[in-house]
């Protein structure tokens, strides 16, 4: 039992969460979207958009991975700092093999883990960024996601050419990419603590229903993250949720008041503050992992920054799944990751 | 600057590496192979096989999440440890959306982490699992990989019943699960430090021939660790690649000898060891997360407890690429973790 080890596990057995000793920074964050995420309530808080999705390539995919590689450049020119002093890169997405980000990151070449967590994943990897700088793993880490509405209309549904019907319940995913220069220099926006989601499922099988899939798991996170750290909801001055939208939302609202909490007053959700839900034709809501990424990047942390918020619980939500599981008849479980992000 | 930091960031600026100043323990490890795995040289290795390569699964999918869990069941088993007990889970496999993953632990309920390094995945789950435990996040953790010849040809290859023709490059998906406890708990095998694999990339686009895309990556994680370490070929029993097989092995001897490193007498590799070449048919040799996972499990680790090896290199090796990336002609990049197991 070394010093190191007793300074971090403040948490008591059975808990999923960490409380860090040393709080790592998100020094700076670079947010990358599409045109559709450009003509939306939050347009002009993104750093960059591009008007035919493509960043300059020719298939979705690809675009996919350029917003990933624009997003990482972005963060660290805002931090003037240089790829080769970030130790490691976090990153993921929704493709199969994970292949934006392969593709996308390989040009910074950083020593990179590859990670899935569906639209979880940007909760993943603050998680472990915030994780290895903490354990002084090295001064600096980029946490990266993305999703793009071509590739994964293509990946998990039908071809956009096809312009099949989406049911009221469907998401529309998020064209966005957002990284994180996560490190031990001072910013005004600490990671305070992470509670790490385990996957919940309550045997749903609509996955053209992701927000009911996932409210369960943001449910089970929040109320074991609340449990972990010993507070309620007034601790927070927000309550955020990845691609839960309108329907999920509500499934949260209950699921909570069930257990005895209530978050209605302090919750906001990624997917629905980033498209215009009467203009837009978004249905539920936004989704994917490009979502929760490029909202906390344009719009939660400049409010953390500022001092407005002092405490928010950041909680990016994933429905895990894939076109072979659902067609084999497997249910649809979900998983979220809580981030505890201060003012300091 | 606090302790932490400075205890265990020993390796200088550039470095990939993580010299752990409290090293994590391999406490326990469990395999599940299927058939033809179980005919192979090491058949007698493994824990547990199954005849009809299905574990009571209606689907190569399903079969491939329950070899997950039973390994895991194992290597807690084996330690006499509880599942509530592991603090964090890091797990992965090849298909999309990792989904055997997602299947296979969910009833373990687990707090988890989802990867995605290819067939370096055992790779990435060991170095997080012990970057984890040694930050004192936990007292153990639980890194657990799979890959399923049926499932793994659906996903890249042909339907079975197409019968396809294989090119002499082509692997053999590994039908195998291997799960590992890692944490603070003494054994006779610890885990001194890691390297954190880049992307490499040749502009290789042969998807059949995945050990000549791979080798690259091998040969800079394995150079890299000698310099990051300080170290020669000549500080290792073995330097054990993952699946790189016969030609991939030939590219490694040629790049790291072009180098100034000349590792073939100590190099093995988890691809050419699982398999009979003259009589399996398994033409470059085995792959898949479960192929340089199983043959830890059941051939290096034993080694390393009875000591007659005191230290070796483990480098699993993965190719990254989807059916979609491929199709659309993108190259097949590689990635490969060097993970530092020694006797004691």
């Known amino acids: 039992m070394n010093q190191q080890y007793r300074k971090n596990t403040d948490c008591v057995k059975g ?61 660290l020119g805002k931090a003037h700092v240089e790829a080769e002093a970030v130790r490691y890169l976090f990153g993921g997405d ?106 919940v499922d309550y045997g749903l099988k609509d996955s053209q229903n992701m927000g009911a899939c996932m409210a369960p798991a943001a449910m089970d996170t929040i109320i074991k993250s609340m449990e972990d750290f010993g507070r309620t909801p007034l601790d927070y001055d927000k309550i955020i949720t990845g691609d839960l939208g309108y329907i999920g939302r509500e499934i949260l609202m209950d699921l909570t008041r069930k257990r005895g909490y209530d978050i209605q007053e302090r919750h906001l959700d990624c997917g629905m503050l980033i498209f215009d839900r009467d203009s837009q034709d978004t249905h539920a809501g936004g989704s994917g992992c490009g979502c929760a990424a490029v909202t906390l990047s344009a719009y939660i942390l400049p409010k953390l920054e ?22 084999e008849g497997a249910s649809v479980p979900g998983i979220a990751h809580g981030i505890i992000l201060e003012h300091c």
């Open 94 to 199: 929704l493709l199969r093999q994970g292949i934006a980000t392969s593709m996308g990151v390989e040009a910074l070449q950083i020593p990179m883990f590859g990670l899935y967590g569906a639209c979880s994943t940007s909760g993943e990897a603050l998680a472990l960024s915030a994780m290895a700088v903490a354990a002084g793993y090295g001064e600096q880490m980029l946490a990266v996601t993305s999703s793009h509405f071509g590739s994964a209309e293509k990946e998990f549904r039908f071809p956009l050419e096809y312009a099949g019907q989406r049911p009221l319940s469907a998401h529309w995913t998020v064209t966005g990419s957002g990284a994180f220069l996560v490190g031990i220099r001072k910013s005004h926006v600490r990671i305070e603590g992470v509670t790490v989601g385990k996957i």
């Open 15 to 75: 808990s999923q969460s960490i409380h860090f000793a040393d709080k790592p920074y998100i020094i700076s964050s670079g947010s990358v979207v599409g045109s559709k995420e450009a003509q939306g309530p939050l347009g002009n808080l993104f750093d960059m958009s591009d008007e035919d999705n493509l960043f300059g390539a020719k298939t979705w995919e690809e675009a996919e991975s350029n917003m990933q590689k624009e997003a990482c450049v972005l963060a």
């Open 306 to 327: 500022s001092g407005e918020w002092k405490r928010i619980l950041f909680v990016p939500t994933g429905a895990l799944m894939s076109t072979v599981s659902y067609n």
